[in-house]
């Protein structure tokens, strides 16, 4: 097992390298200085004082060995200083990842859990209306925009009804403390949450009901049957389990999708998460900054593919012994 | 004669609709006497094994009995209700299937899977349940029963696995076991063991069988009495004896005919032929699950250093059971493997050396034959393209290759339309006979079959392997022919070649092999042959 | 359109009613946008520094609406007759937040060596100055090398902030760590910054002018998102929206919200002013009738009813009407398609497509963009949107890589230091936004302009800049949109908000809250 | 033919797909004749409510836009970006796929390792950068969904090449003296279609969606009316004009999910598998 994980880990850091290698010459193609956006943010700028910028920050070295500066940094978990924020981009992504992890783990939770459920009740009544109902439903939310599942829940729940705050993490400047504030939090969570967990809730839907579906039409269910088991078993014992293991091999791919579509999520909900802070990022040409964001977002992505990997390896005895 | 344990009287189930037949068993009728094994006989699709379903109440989705009656223990089964079946099943009637591997939960220990037998019914504590596991496995003959029981399906050779199903079945003592080709997927010496075990485990406990299978070997080996089915009707029963030796229904006697004789003739030695092929000091290992830094690499020897020569117009039998390195063997010669180290001279080249368009043009004389009627013709080809793709790969005109295509196709005995049709219009037969072309567009000289009639029915087999020893003194080719199937073997080969675990255990003519073999292992194989027995005793 | 304007003229007109007796205490929740990436206005001088920054440093004076003079740190003034001498009186009771004097000798440290290092566009003013003196403690001397007209309008909090000497004489400017707890002599002091979240500034109890400020504490928000801050203020969560802290299309709504205030003022030393840069070297915009053309075509009122909710006036020229030396004595481009159409047929426009940036601030720009499309379309003139980001949009403009681009600027009160920079030909030049991109070049408005610059008398400046503004406007060097006025929204128990040319940027020292 | 329509107007789902989808290519193709003015024009006051004029039922926007003419020209680019950049896509991911498959060894290591750094990087997030890099424009939007969504299909057809290898028939052909080039062109690419079918029409519903949902973050090309777009311009006037996001997002809900069933549809009639399941 642990020869396993480091096998794992190896292959997760050589990816890692080449993601910030590919990142760090796509974005120094893009057009635009960031000498001259700083420039700019100064109120007027002429060339010398670009060039000045630009040799404060290393920018006037050669692309090679700014890459090889950074990659450096990246080794001993420094990944730069941002230009812009005027602060360590470790400082600035560490400080928003909290928020994203929380939202992201919340939308991965509600659409496992609601997305499971719903898959094996629909499989336990094929054909019935509760089947349809719930396959109708999974049907819609695949084929809704994020963002715009985000805006209506807004208007409904925020502007409409008025049950859920519509923006933020907490309420601001309200300064609460202990259970209450957690409380809030999760006032807050609620809608960006669910909006974001939509999406994935419908594939687990899906997938969980054909494979259900699909399990239960093998030989060994047949066996059991033969034994004289009662259905409920075969159905959590037998097919349930081993609907589960496409499930679990998907949820590793949902936190790379997650992160992404946290980007929408952080956007509408003003969420102060990552997602936002790589949009800012953007925006401003802050190299270092998105740089940062991607390494982070893609080690998570890297991480939960490991976990998940171990898990499997956990529920399926034929990867664990093998 | 005592009554039946379980009656079936005019049964009839209902195909979904857009089947080819209406009903899967049309007003079938037998019974079942306690301690008797009764097998019930018929190729694929004869409706076999619809009638034990039916018993169990296992039928597949949208197949459902719409007649008659299948009385046990005085009660019509086909009228209880869901919660009565599941007390009858297991404890009354068990079951076991063809695939143990897919019969069992993989993600289950085995112990746990036995135990839930007892479960089902409420019967023992959990632990005595799990005690009585191990002595369940214990009975069924696996070694180790303690470990075993801690080990998951997949950690279980094939036969254990059967015997674990087995042993399932027999927890509860049924009255009645139901085994759906229980030893089809085995090797035959596994075969052998697990029908030995069955038969041991009736007489024991005088349960009654109900033995389904497509192979009168088998039902040689094993039944009182016997069921034949065809299109899912019984056209005939009787005693095993009654049945196997005076067969009344043509259907029968078409099937019993068609059974590959085991006497092998003494036919014209080889010996003195040119060689046509030759190989010297094959090898081949595969390397699986290494990794560069963290792991260490599993070696197979598949091929150990196998010797092996084909005189012109002979034919060579590989046979051994599955893993024993046979098809390994086939592919190296026809360089679809890349050997580690030996030759293979034929007619001269040393097709392990060659590569690129040498290695093209070599090939030409050495083709093959293949096991799987539907995986060997591409689906998206018409037939004439198939046959005339290899001659246009060698520069044969258009026009040439598929004149040639039709030749080839009149000589397998198919229509020239069939040119324009795809394969999936052509029953297995049929395609194995357009593989047959297939391997003869380009002449070669030696063709390699593999397993080249076990994918089918009894009955197309016979007509396939005629088809092929016709074809060979034709053409005068020389055959490879390899086979898990040591009947098939008997039938068509001069010579033959016994494999086990890579390396050729015994060589010689195939009379000499199958009344004298000479190796432990070529014995215990043939003498694990289902009805060789009784063949003997017939021919006296 | 009507009823809308009124409402906001309404809510005008409560902003200025009367005034009461000041509250002591209380908290403004303040929205910033975007979050500043620094408070340190002696290293950072961007918008959202200077509004929360500009609270913590202050200057030497202050300016009204008219952008008249007022005493801050200077108390007192004088200009010699050749307009060569510049003589300030310090209050002699001020002190840094951490309790240290705050003396003449850092007003020298910081004109004289730490802004001329870090701040670019004093600097340039700077290059006017022969020395700069401080006689005794509170007295300081600046000494020009030539009269400069606008010399006295260079003493405002973002362009000349006042910073602590003994904190940062003889260190590294920019990684000094007290940069993070900026030090002033405002009226409130940094007291904490929680990044993506907040800045709270309490009240500095020994602020030297007696009994101010009123409030106890300003806590700005940090909501990145334009319509959560929209709902923030609805929702009570803050009570001030500065200008340009939501959508354009959210004003009139919140506008019509109980309790609730709009002020486009407090804009007027900036004079924000909108254009489109047109590319005079090259393509179609080359030619004076296209550049014409262009501005007859152009609906400018309609884009500041539907855009800007009819907030800020459509532009004369190059000049604000609220920068001093402002005419309106110039060529009137009123929309005339007609005209347009005539003046393009005139020329022999062939119909080739000519790109336009627009500017990537947000919602509002990329609509003007496409309004400002669909009316060159209707002229027949084909117009293509380039979309870009900020940075992008910079390289482009300073690579004089366009047709057609938005833009607006600030002119900080006089032509001499907000206007000339974008038409004078020496300003050519490759690599910066800010210069003139446009590559106009005419002699005459270079000689103007520096005449103008130089002039002593308001009147002798007034008549130069009348001319120039009268050349360029003829000659449209660029498509001059709106003065755009933004609207600072704010409920109407906060009281003397904006009181200043700079508004919300200082206007927290008189505010206080009404109960 | 005949027995595919069969198996596929079985799927009830599938048929209401396909008339939705026909639906919006109409809509899409005639849109210049039902709607002649450009959607640009700004032809009533702003923020017209729907149904309140007949000439203009779905109301109008921020400018007095026509939101129903928006919508048909929406149709235009949300079908041209869906299939011109999963186009793009399969021509990527069937080539690598099928090269990694085919040959394995060395090749399928690398190839696969390359595969699966672009599945690594969040793949929103990468489409952002690249929108942004090349700047916002249709061709760089085409190019960015393409970057991000091969490599399902190279994955997907590296396995079932690498089944289709092994098939004797693939076998036959090797031995039969066919290049490998030939083989892969004729005997194994031929036999992935189908999967590449389903997969594709269910990756145009996600380029339509990584589409939309660029141009709500405002990364659309600024000259072509798309859904995303008008729902990213109304979302700072949701308040005051919930019809400017509501509309677009039911086209796009309705066009996603017309794709979707389709691809069941497609699913069912060309995968066989389900449909044996009855013997």
Redesign the interface.
């Known amino acids: 097992m642990l020869r396993f994980i480091l096998m794992r880990l190896g292959k997760a850091a050589i990816i890692l390298v080449a993601i910030l290698t590919l990142n760090f010459f796509l974005i120094h193609a893009a057009p635009g200085d960031p000498a001259a956006v700083m420039a700019g943010e100064a109120g007027a700028a002429d060339a010398k004082f670009i060039a000045q910028l630009r040799e404060q920050f290393g920018l006037d070295k050669p692309l090679l060995t700014q890459l090889a500066i950074y990659l450096k940094g990246v080794l001993q978990l420094d990944l730069g200083y941002s230009y812009r924020q005027q602060m360590p981009v470790a400082d600035l992504i560490f400080s928003r990842l909290p928020a994203t992890l929380l939202l992201t783990m919340t939308a991965f939770v509600i659409s496992l859990l609601l997305g499971t459920v719903a898959g094996v009740l629909a499989s336990a009544r094929v054909g019935k209306w509760s089947d349809t109902a719930i396959s109708t439903l999974a049907l819609l939310f695949y084929a809704t925009p994020l963002y715009w599942a985000a805006l209506m829940a807004v208007l409904l729940f925020s502007v409409y009804f008025n049950w859920l705050p519509g923006f933020g993490y907490e309420t601001v400047g309200a300064n609460y403390t202990g259970l209450r504030r957690v409380l809030d939090i999760g006032q807050h969570l609620i809608l960006p949450a669910t909006t974001l967990g939509l999406f994935f809730m419908a594939v687990y839907m899906r997938m969980t009901r054909a494979s259900m579906l699909e399990v239960s039409q093998l030989d060994f269910v047949k066996t059991a049957r033969a034994k004289g088991l009662k259905p409920s078993i075969i159905q959590r014992r037998h097919i349930f389990r081993n609907a589960m293991l496409p499930v679990v091999t998907l949820a590793g791919l949902q936190a790379g999708q997650l992160v992404g579509g946290a980007v929408l999520t952080e956007t509408v909900f003003a969420w102060p998460g990552i997602g936002r802070l790589m949009f800012e990022a953007l925006a401003q040409r802050d190299y270092n900054l998105l740089l940062g964001v991607f390494f982070v977002s893609s080690a998570m992505v890297l991480l939960f593919n490991l976990i998940t990997d171990i898990l499997y390896r956990f529920v399926d005895p034929r990867i664990r012994v093998a | 004669m005592t009554d039946p344990v379980l009656s079936i009287r005019n049964l009839k189930v209902a195909l979904p609709e857009g089947a080819d037949r209406d009903f899967a068993v049309n007003d079938v009728s037998f019974d079942l006497y306690p301690g008797e094994i009764l097998c019930i006989v018929g190729e694929s699709g004869s409706g076999k094994s619809m009638s034990a379903n039916a018993a169990m109440g296992l039928l597949p989705d949208l197949v459902r009995p719409v007649g008659g009656e299948i009385i046990f223990e005085g009660t019509d089964v086909l009228k209880l209700s869901e919660a009565q079946m599941m007390k009858l099943r297991g404890k009354k009637v068990a079951m076991i299937f063809q695939e143990p591997m897919s019969a069992l939960n993989p993600l289950m220990r085995v112990e746990d899977q036995i135990a839930e037998v007892f479960e089902a019914h409420n019967l023992l504590t959990p632990r005595d349940r799990a005690k009585r596991a191990i002595e369940l496995m214990t009975e069924v003959g696996i070694p180790d029963p303690e470990k075993a029981a801690r080990a998951y399906p997949f950690q279980l050779s094939g036969g254990q696995r059967q015997r674990v199903m087995i042993a399932m079945a027999l927890a509860l003592e049924p009255s009645i076991l139901i085994a759906d080709e229980p030893t089809t997927a085995l090797d035959v010496t596994t075969q052998a063991q697990i029908l030995e075990l069955i038969r041991n485990l009736q007489e024991e406990r005088g349960m009654a069988v109900m033995f389904i299978t497509h192979d009168f070997g088998v039902v040689a080996e094993i039944a009182d009495r016997v069921a034949v089915m065809q299109y899912g009707k019984i056209v005939e029963a009787g005693t095993a004896d009654d049945v196997l030796d005076n067969p009344q229904h043509e259907y029968t006697r078409k099937l019993i005919a068609a059974i590959p004789k085991l006497a092998a003739e003494a036919g014209a030695a080889a010996a003195g032929k040119t060689p046509i092929l030759e190989v010297e000091g094959l090898n081949k290992t595969y390397v699986t699950g290494g990794s560069l830094l963290f792991s260490k690499p599993r070696i197979v020897h598949a091929v150990n250093n196998v010797n092996l020569t084909l005189a012109e117009g002979e034919t060579l039998g590989i046979v051994g059971e599955s893993g024993s390195g046979k098809s390994s063997v086939g592919r190296c010669l026809v360089r679809l493997m890349q050997p580690d180290s030996g030759t293979v001279r034929l007619a001269g080249h040393d097709m392990a050396q060659l590569s690129g368009a040498a290695l093209r043009e070599a090939r030409k004389s050495i083709q093959m034959i293949f096991q799987d009627p539907y995986a060997s013709l591409n689906p998206r080809s018409k037939v004439g393209r198939i046959i005339a793709e290899g001659p246009m790969a060698h520069g044969v005109s258009k026009t040439e290759a598929y004149g040639r295509a039709v030749k080839l196709l009149e000589m397998v005995d198919l229509d020239a339309l069939a040119i324009d049709r795809y394969p999936h219009e052509f029953s297995g037969g049929q395609r194995q006979r357009i593989g047959i072309a297939r391997a003869l567009a380009l002449e070669p000289r030696v063709i390699i079959a593999d397993e080249a009639v076990s994918a089918l029915d009894v009955s197309i087999q016979a007509q396939v392997l005629d088809l092929l020893a016709d074809l060979k003194e034709r053409l005068n080719l020389a055959l490879i022919f390899i086979t898990h199937d040591l009947r098939v073997a008997a039938q068509i080969c001069d010579r033959i070649a016994v494999m086990q675990n890579g390396k050729v255990v015994e060589t010689g003519p195939a009379h000499a092999i199958f009344n004298n073999p000479q190796s432990g292992y070529a014995r215990t194989l043939i003498e694990a042959i289902p009805g060789r027995e009784k063949e003997l005793a017939a021919a006296g | 359109m009507l009823k809308r304007l009124t409402t906001l003229a309404a809510a005008l007109l409560v902003s200025t009613a009367l005034h009461a007796e000041p509250v002591m205490g209380g908290r403004a929740?303040v929205v910033i946008q975007?979050?500043p990436?620094?408070l340190m206005m002696g290293l950072?001088?961007?918008g959202p520094t200077q509004m929360v920054a500009g609270q913590i440093y202050e200057s030497l004076l202050r300016y009204d609406e008219e952008l008249q003079p007022m005493p801050q740190l200077a108390k007192s003034w004088e200009v010699s007759e050749d307009g060569l001498t510049y003589t300030f009186k310090l209050h002699d009771n001020v002190k840094w937040h951490d309790g240290e004097p705050f003396t003449a000798a850092d007003v020298v440290f910081s004109a004289d060596v730490f802004l001329r290092e870090t701040?670019?566009?004093l600097r340039?003013s700077l290059e006017h100055v022969e020395s700069i003196t401080a006689p005794d403690d509170t007295t300081v001397v600046f000494k020009l090398k030539g009269p400069f007209g606008p010399f006295l309008g260079i003493f405002e909090a973002g362009t000349m902030p006042m910073v602590p000497k003994h904190i940062y004489e003889g260190t590294d400017y920019?990684n000094n760590p007290a940069?993070n707890t900026p030090i002033g002599t405002g009226p409130f002091k940094f007291t904490e910054w929680v990044?993506?979240?907040?800045i709270l500034l309490t009240k500095n109890a020994d602020y030297y002018e007696e009994g101010k400020p009123y409030l106890d504490e300003i806590?700005w928000?940090?909501?990145?998102?334009?319509?959560?801050r929209?709902?923030?203020y609805e929702t009570g969560?803050?009570d001030v929206l500065p200008g340009g802290s939501v959508?354009n299309?959210?004003v009139q709504?919140i506008a019509d919200m109980d309790n609730t205030c709009v002020t486009d003022k407090g804009w007027e030393y900036f004079g924000p002013h909108s254009w489109m840069w047109l590319n005079n070297r090259e393509g179609p915009t080359a030619d004076k009738r296209f550049r014409q053309a262009v501005m007859y075509a152009m609906d400018r009122n309609?884009a500041r009813d539907?855009?800007w909710n009819g907030l800020g006036k459509v532009a004369a020229g190059p000049v604000s009407s609220s920068t001093r030396f402002f005419t309106d004595d110039v060529t009137a481009y009123d929309h005339d398609p007609e005209k347009a159409k005539a003046l393009l047929a005139e020329m022999g426009y062939d119909g080739e497509t000519v790109r336009l940036l627009?500017l990537?601030y947000g919602?509002t720009w990329?609509?003007w963009?496409?309004?400002v499309?669909?009316n060159l379309?209707e002229v027949g003139i084909n117009v293509?949107?380039?979309?870009?980001?900020?940075?992008?949009w910079?390289?482009?403009l300073?690579e004089w890589d366009y047709d057609m681009a938005f833009t607006y600027l600030?002119q900080y009160g006089d032509p001499a230091l907000g206007v000339a920079?974008n038409y004078i030909s020496t300003n050519i030049?490759?690599?910066?936004?800010?210069?003139n991109v446009e590559g106009y070049d005419n002699k005459e408005v270079d000689d103007l302009f520096a005449k103008a610059a130089v002039a002593v008398t308001a009147e002798e400046r007034q008549a130069l800049y009348t001319q120039v503004q009268q050349t360029l406007v003829e000659d449209v060097p660029a498509a001059w949109l709106l003065e755009l006025g933004f609207p600072t929204i704010y409920r109407c128990n906060v009281k003397d908000l904006v009181t200043t040319a700079i508004g919300v940027n200082d206007g927290f020292k008189d505010a206080y809250i009404e109960k | 033919m005949a027995d595919f329509w069969n198996r596929f107007s079985r799927n009830r789902g599938a048929v209401i797909g396909l008339a939705l989808l026909v639906i919006v290519i109409l809509v899409a193709v005639l849109a210049p004749l039902l709607f002649p003015q450009s959607p640009w024009r700004m032809v009533q006051r702003p923020f017209l409510a729907p149904f309140s004029m007949d000439q203009y039922p779905l109301g109008t926007d921020a400018l007095g836009r026509d939101v129903i003419s928006g919508l048909a020209y929406g149709a235009q680019v949300s079908l041209l970006v869906g299939l011109v950049s999963t186009v793009a896509a399969l021509l990527i991911g069937i080539p690598i796929g099928a090269l990694a498959g085919y040959f394995g060894g060395w090749m399928d290591d690398a190839l696969m390792r390359f595969t699966e750094f672009f599945q690594t990087v969040p793949s929103f997030a990468l489409a952002i950068v690249l929108v942004a890099i090349f700047e916002p424009s249709i061709q760089s939007i085409i190019a960015a969904i393409a970057i991000v969504s091969w490599p399902p299909v190279a994955r997907l057809v590296r396995g079932e090449v690498l089944s289709l290898r092994s098939r004797e028939y693939v076998e036959a052909a090797i031995l039969s003296g066919q290049t490998s080039l030939t083989i892969i062109l004729r005997q194994v690419l031929p036999n992935t279609i189908s999967p590449i079918i389903v997969l594709a029409s269910l990756m145009v519903a996600t380029a339509i969606l990584l589409e939309s949902s660029l141009s709500f973050l405002g990364l659309g090309d600024p000259n072509m009316m798309s859904w995303g777009y008008m729902i990213g311009a109304a979302r700072t006037v949701i308040r005051q004009a919930w019809w400017l996001s509501f509309f677009p997002g039911v086209a796009i809900l309705l066009t996603v999910l017309a794709l979707n069933l389709i691809g069941e549809g497609l699913n069912d009639a060309l995968n066989p598998r389900l449909a044996r399941r009855g013997k």
């Open positions: 929740n975007p979050e990436p620094s950072v001088q961007n701040h670019p566009r340039t920019k940069n990044k993506g979240s907040h806590y928000h940090v909501i990145p998102d334009a319509a959560s929209a709902v923030a969560v803050v959508e299309f959210d709504r309609f539907a855009l627009p990537p919602e990329q609509r963009a496409e309004a499309k669909q379309d293509e949107i380039v979309s870009t980001d900020v940075a992008g910079n390289q482009k300073a600030y920079r030049a490759k690599g910066s936004q800010w210069n």
